[in-house]
C-alpha cells in the first residue's frame, strides 16, 4: 500500500523574528519524527511518500494520491479549523486518512465547544469563561477586568490559556493568576501574542493525568499515565517550560500510581470524551484529579508521535507497547475502521 504522510516540519518554517512567541511552532514535528514513523510504516511492507502540507500537499495528491492519508498535520497560523484542514482536502478527493475527521478536529482544538460537549456527557470541567479578542488595539488600561472577575463567579487562582491552541502553547509559569490585578495583564498578553480568544478557568490543583485511547466502536484504552513534578508544589502547571525541560522537571508515573477507583473514573471519563467528540483511531485526553474525580482538561486528537519525548508514546511504553506497536496499532485501527464504513483499501 502506499501511505502518505501529512505533516508540518518544523525545521521548514521561517525563522521567529520576535513578533511571534517561541513557542509559535511547538506542535509541529521534528525530522526524527517524521522519518521514525515512515521507518515503522516500511518495515510493515508500506511505500512511503511526504506529503507535508499546505499546496506542496494539495499538489501531490492531486498528481500521485496515496491509498491512504497518515495525517499528523497540525496547520498554521490561529485559525480554530487550521487541524481540520488535511482530512476535509482528503474527503474532498475521496482519499481515505488515518485519524479523526475535520468536525471532530474542530471541536477539539476548540477548548470552549470541547469542554461544553463534553460537559453535557456529565463529564466534569473546570469552571471558566472565553474572552474574545477584542476588534481593537488595547490601549493598556485593565480596570474592566477586575469587575469581568467578579461577575463572572470565578474563584481565584486562575489559569488562562489561548482557546485554539495546543502543545502546552500559550501555557507558562505566568499564566496562573493569583491575584485580580494579574487578571488583566495575563489575558491582554495572550491576546496580543496569540491573536485569538483566551480562556479563563479555575486553576485545578490535582495530579496531571492523561490517557490514551486506540481503535473505534468502542475505542480501548491503551492506559493512564501521572505526570509528576520533581518538586512537589500545589501550584504545578505542565507548561510548556516543562515539556522542553521534562528530564530536570517531571517524572512520567505509567501507569498511574493511583487508586483503582480513581483509575476507573478516569478511564471512564476519557471514553466518554473520546466518543463524545467523535474521535476516531487514536487520541490522547488531559485531566486533572481533584479529590479522586477527573476534571476533563482538553482532548488531542492529533497526538505528538515523537519517539522519544511525546506523552502517548511514554505513556504507551510503560505498558510494555514500543513505538513499532503503537504506530502499527493506530493504522491497523484505521484501516479496520475504513474497511467497516464499507472504503476499500488495497493490501
Known sequence: MKIGLAFDLRANQPPLDGSKPDDWYEEFDSAETIAAIRRVLESLGHTVMELGNGRGLVEKLLQTPPDLVFNLAEGEGTSRSREARVPAVCEMLNIPYIGSDPLTLGAALDKEVARNLVEGQEVLVPEGITLMFPEREYDGDYAEFPPLLE?????????????????????????????????????????????????????????????????????????????????????????????????????????????????????????????????????????????????????NPLPGLNPVTSDLVLLSKGYGIEFNELIQGILEAGITRLLNEGIHIPE
Open 151 to 299: 461577575e463572572s463567579g470565578l474563584s481565584l487562582p486562575l489559569i488562562a490559556k489561548p482557546a485554539w491552541e495546543g502543545s502546552s502553547k500559550g501555557i507558562r509559569k505566568s499564566s496562573l493568576i493569583r491575584t485580580p490585578e494579574e487578571f488583566g495583564p495575563t489575558v491582554v498578553a495572550l491576546w496580543k501574542q496569540y491573536s485569538q480568544p483566551v480562556m479563563v478557568e479555575e486553576f485545578i490543583a490535582g495530579d496531571e493525568i492523561t490517557v490514551g485511547l486506540i481503535g473505534n466502536n468502542p475505542p480501548r484504552v491503551l492506559g493512564t499515565m501521572r505526570i509528576v513534578p520533581k518538586e512537589p508544589t500545589e501550584e504545578f502547571i505542565y507548561s510548556v517550560e516543562v515539556k522542553r525541560d521534562y528530564l530536570n522537571q517531571v517524572n512520567y508515573e505509567s501507569p498511574a500510581n493511583l487508586p483503582p477507583d480513581e483509575i476507573e473514573a478516569i478511564e471512564y471519563a476519557a471514553t466518554v470524551a473520546y466518543e463524545t467528540l467523535g474521535c476516531k483511531d487514536f487520541a490522547r485526553l488531559d485531566f486533572r484529579l481533584r479529590d479522586g474525580l477527573p476534571y476533563f482538561i482538553e482532548a
